[in-house]
């Protein structure tokens, strides 16, 4: 069985500040990993995904991750938050066992950007 | 490049009535659909997965009878919602595998629907 954890409901944080949305994982074997990006009412945005090879993961505006694999983390890092970047936050997991394997995700994370 | 299209963005309809929800894979051949189904301030739920030419394969405790779901071409899966109830009022949304990658999905842009 393969599981994710977001543990924060929301996080808020000021325009500007860094940002980080907690994300950990359990697969039996390797992970594919995936972050999501859903504003009201509409589907669900990709932002990037691990795979294999570097750790650290760039994706689209401005967002990051870092693949622990020690710590089974994945966590979603901004340098400079936006107001635009208010949404909900969702991360993913798959095994990497072949095929159209179903994807998991977690239970969302609703970041507020404080002007 | 990888996009899927789904229509409609929002339906009202009739207690039993029913609703059908297209995806379409604009510009890949999706072998594997997947249909999802989210409750407010709730993660998704994975509904089924659609292969095409083949029987949909069906989340536990998912009505394969009330939710038809169709894959009959490399970039259409349809969701019907057979006569539907003001529980089934939802946010619907689906994924296309792209064919020959395992692990690129690509997300339409949701179903907003409400059963009165």
């Known amino acids: 069985a393969q599981s994710v954890a977001q543990p924060e409901d929301q996080v808020n944080v000021a325009e500007g500040n860094p940002l980080t949305v907690k994300c950990t994982y359990s697969?039996?074997?390797?992970?594919?990993l995936f972050w999501y990006v859903q504003y009201p009412n509409r589907g669900l945005q990709f932002l990037l995904k691990y795979i294999t090879g570097d750790n650290l993961v760039k994706g689209s505006y401005g967002f990051e991750a870092e693949f622990n694999k020690s710590q089974t983390s994945f966590h979603l890092k901004k340098p400079s938050a936006l107001v635009s970047d208010s949404a909900l936050y969702f991360c993913?997991?798959?095994?990497?066992?072949?095929?159209?394997?179903?994807?998991?995700f977690g239970t969302g994370t609703k970041l507020q950007v404080i002007p | 490049g990888a996009v899927v299209s789904q229509h409609p963005s929002w339906v009202i309809c009739k207690s039993g009535t029913s609703v059908k929800i297209e995806c379409r894979s604009l510009d890949f051949q999706a072998t594997t659909m997947f249909w999802y189904r989210q409750f407010p301030k709730q993660s998704l739920m994975l509904m089924a997965t659609?292969?095409?030419?083949?029987?949909?394969?069906?989340e536990q405790g998912v009505e394969k009878d009330k939710f038809l779901i169709n894959h009959a071409s490399l970039t259409l899966s349809t969701l019907t919602v057979t006569s539907a109830h003001p529980e089934d009022s939802s946010f619907y949304i689906c994924s296309a595998a792209k064919t020959g990658t395992n692990y690129g999905y690509t997300f339409g842009s949701g179903t907003r629907l409400t059963v009165v």
């Open positions: 697969v039996s074997g390797n992970p594919y």
């Open positions: 659609s292969n095409e030419g083949s029987k949909a394969t069906y």
């Open positions: 993913a997991v798959r095994d990497q066992k072949g095929g159209y394997q179903k994807v998991t």
